[in-house]
């Protein structure tokens, strides 16, 4: 008997689809070699493997409990099953944390990795399909956080306009997914979205060097990154870094890129890695190995000398539990990190106890909303002006504008560190994808990320138009 006989076990079924013809099969989740993979077989096209977690953390621990919840109002019916019919429809298990407003399908790059497929010349919605859009979701289980995205949304000239009057409309929290091109070019750019209300910015960062930029995104970048992190920051928007992890590419900078975001912790709230799938375009054909969220806890410890530990991250509270994981540093003056202990203070994650499903998007909106804020923002709540950027030392304070200061200093220096996978025609799972809250507006349907963007070997969608 083979040792990789022996060691094999099936662990639970799920349900996927053929990655060449999208038809949906069962799929296993197996045990083996010390890694967790799914496997299943399309009729027509063969046999399918892909690696879906490492062996540095035990599969079957990492899950938690999680009460399903209907989708409010939900656009689709169940005629064909998951994945055929979002909308959402009503066997979705997850309301709408964050909902992705796609504004552009233009850009000012053309990477050899994009999910979007984004740089073609295709006309741009017109800003009152986008306002009847915000205005559905507010039907739908909303107010909601919204992402701009795209393309490139910054390529759009009324972006400003589109922030002020979505959030007129009740939307409390409005990020941007960048590049971050134009706020380094633009030095008024930064504060004229400001000014609109725009809470954060999620910049591309994918490494701290330009080796890494000329394979991932075809040029040299990094500089302008630097640029663009610092207009925010005079303009008091909270920066996000968001690397695409691709294995042997940038996944050595993981701790470079952790390092860069505590240099930068007055400006950078967060660093929300996301692992590559292979949706869109990409540059060869899906490995079946992969690096998986187990891999980057894995990473994360290692090349933070310790620092930052497996133990300090839990799964995400209101999505599936394989689709992410988070935990969230106060940063010392030395550089210092202090990991929050008490997940369920500070993040919408695994508190013992298991709230409905309904609470934890609410909880995960706030979350996001408070984490990845702009300090500017709070100040504009307190009840003075500081003029201060930073209040050195301890934490000692009387009257109102120190305490003022004081609470600043707190969100300043606070760093939250999360992770998405998302999943592709190989590793998509039924399971994780109707528990999925963060859905693409289109038109009034709202539509799990990882279903809109799914694409199969030669380029063939579900959703994506
Ligand atoms: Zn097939």
């Given at each position: 008997?083979?040792?990789?006989?022996?060691?094999?076990?099936v662990?639970?079924?799920?349900?996927?689809?053929?990655?060449?013809?999208?038809?949906?099969?069962?799929?296993?989740?197996?045990?083996?070699?010390?890694?967790?993979?799914?496997?299943?077989?399309?009729?027509?096209?063969?046999?399918?493997?892909?690696?879906?977690?490492?062996g540095?953390?035990?599969?079957?621990?990492?899950n938690?409990?999680?009460?399903?919840?209907?989708?409010?109002?939900?656009?689709?019916?169940?005629?064909?099953?998951?994945?055929?019919?979002?909308g959402?429809?009503?066997?979705?298990?997850?309301?709408?944390?964050?909902?992705?407003?796609?504004?552009?399908?233009?850009?000012?790059?053309?990477?050899?990795?994009?999910?979007?497929?984004?740089?073609?010349?295709?006309?741009?919605?017109?800003?009152?399909?986008?306002?009847?859009?915000?205005?559905?979701?507010?039907?739908?289980?909303?107010?909601?956080?919204?992402?701009?995205?795209?393309?490139?949304?910054?390529?759009?000239?009324?972006?400003?306009?589109?922030?002020?009057?979505?959030?007129?409309?009740?939307?409390?929290?409005?990020?941007?997914?960048?590049?971050?091109?134009?706020?380094?070019?633009?030095?008024?750019?930064?504060?004229?979205?400001?000014?609109?209300?725009?809470?954060?910015?999620?910049?591309?960062?994918?490494?701290?060097?330009?080796?890494?930029y000329?394979?991932?995104?075809?040029r040299?970048?990094?500089?302008?990154?630097?640029?663009?992190?610092?207009?925010?920051?005079?303009?008091?928007?909270?920066v996000?870094?968001?690397p695409?992890?691709?294995?042997?590419?940038?996944?050595?900078?993981?701790?470079?890129?952790?390092?860069?975001?505590?240099?930068?912790?007055?400006?950078?709230?967060?660093?929300?890695?996301?692992?590559?799938?292979?949706?869109?375009?990409?540059?060869?054909g899906?490995?079946?190995?992969?690096?998986?969220?187990?891999?980057?806890?894995?990473?994360?410890?290692?090349?933070?000398?310790?620092k930052?530990?497996?133990?300090?991250?839990?799964?995400?509270?209101?999505?599936?539990?394989?689709?992410?994981?988070s935990?969230?540093?106060?940063?010392?003056?030395?550089?210092?990190?202090?990991?929050?202990?008490?997940?369920?203070?500070?993040?919408?994650?695994?508190?013992?106890?298991?709230?409905?499903?309904?609470?934890?998007?609410?909880?995960?909106?706030?979350?996001?909303?408070?984490?990845?804020?702009?300090?500017?923002?709070?100040?504009?709540i307190?009840?003075?002006?500081?003029?201060?950027?930073?209040?050195?030392?301890?934490?000692?304070?009387?009257?109102?504008?120190?305490?003022?200061?004081?609470?600043?200093?707190?969100?300043?220096?606070?760093?939250?560190?999360?992770?998405?996978?998302f999943?592709?025609?190989w590793?998509?799972?039924?399971?994780?994808?109707r528990?999925?809250?963060?859905?693409?507006?289109?038109?009034?349907?709202?539509?799990?990320?990882?279903?809109?963007?799914?694409?199969?070997?030669?380029?063939?969608?579900?959703?994506?138009?």
């Amino acid at each position: 008997m083979s040792g990789i006989k022996c060691d094999r076990q099936v662990l639970s079924k799920t349900g996927s689809v053929c990655p060449v013809c999208l038809r949906k099969i069962d799929a296993f989740r197996v045990a083996e070699g010390g890694r967790v993979w799914l496997e299943k077989t399309c009729a027509e096209h063969g046999d399918f493997r892909v690696e879906i977690w490492g062996g540095h953390v035990p599969y079957q621990e990492w899950n938690r409990p999680k009460k399903p919840s209907s989708p409010v109002n939900p656009a689709a019916a169940v005629e064909r099953g998951c994945p055929y019919d979002c909308g959402l429809c009503p066997d979705h298990r997850q309301h709408s944390c964050c909902v992705l407003l796609e504004v552009t399908d233009r850009c000012n790059l053309r990477c050899p990795i994009c999910f979007a497929s984004s740089g073609d010349a295709a006309a741009d919605p017109p800003i009152c399909d986008l306002m009847d859009t915000l205005a559905d979701l507010l039907t739908r289980g909303g107010p909601v956080n919204i992402q701009l995205s795209g393309g490139e949304p910054t390529v759009r000239g009324d972006l400003p306009e589109i922030i002020a009057r979505g959030k007129a409309m009740g939307h409390p929290f409005f990020q941007l997914n960048t590049n971050g091109l134009r706020l380094a070019q633009e030095p008024a750019y930064a504060r004229a979205l400001a000014d609109a209300g725009l809470d954060c910015v999620f910049l591309q960062f994918d490494g701290v060097s330009d080796d890494v930029y000329r394979r991932i995104r075809g040029r040299d970048l990094m500089s302008q990154k630097v640029t663009a992190i610092e207009h925010c920051q005079e303009a008091g928007i909270g920066v996000v870094l968001v690397p695409t992890l691709c294995a042997g590419v940038n996944t050595g900078e993981i701790g470079g890129m952790i390092d860069f975001a505590i240099d930068h912790i007055t400006a950078v709230r967060g660093i929300h890695f996301q692992p590559m799938a292979y949706m869109g375009r990409y540059p060869e054909g899906a490995p079946e190995r992969r690096f998986t969220l187990s891999h980057l806890l894995y990473e994360i410890e290692k090349q933070t000398d310790g620092k930052m530990k497996m133990s300090h991250f839990s799964p995400g509270g209101a999505e599936n539990a394989y689709c992410s994981f988070s935990s969230s540093y106060f940063v010392g003056e030395d550089g210092s990190l202090r990991a929050k202990t008490d997940p369920a203070s500070c993040s919408c994650g695994c508190g013992s106890s298991v709230p409905v499903a309904a609470d934890r998007a609410r909880q995960a909106r706030a979350y996001v909303a408070n984490a990845w804020r702009g300090a500017g923002k709070l100040r504009k709540i307190s009840s003075e002006k500081i003029k201060s950027p930073l209040l050195q030392g301890s934490a000692r304070f009387s009257g109102t504008e120190s305490l003022d200061r004081f609470l600043d200093n707190c969100h300043r220096r606070q760093l939250a560190v999360s992770a998405m996978a998302f999943m592709d025609a190989w590793n998509l799972d039924l399971d994780r994808l109707r528990d999925c809250y963060i859905h693409v507006a289109e038109g009034r349907r709202l539509i799990p990320f990882c279903a809109f963007n799914l694409s199969s070997q030669d380029g063939k969608t579900l959703y994506r138009p």
